[in-house]
């Protein structure tokens, strides 16, 4: 059996991804875009808290949206 398991991107700087904000992101909005990621494969998108429900709102319009997560949960670069 060879079930594969999600694989989201690693991350750097913790900030969030709206346009324009550059506040500390709280959430990891993992999507996936079928026609040019593979099926396992998790994009990152960072959201603060008062962008988290737009974010979440575009990539679901796209049904892009795939699982939302505590940014403690991401994989982050090591930069050290
Ligand atoms: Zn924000």
Redesign the pocket.
Known sequence: MNLLSPTPDAVDELV?S?RG?R?EAAWGLLWNNPKLHTPERRKVWL??D??REHLEQYLGARSFLRDVVPVSELPVVDVS
Do not use: E, L, R, V
Request: proline letters at 0%; hydrophobic letters at 25%; glycine letters at 12%.
């Open positions: 969030c709206a904000c506040s959201a603060c008062g962008h």
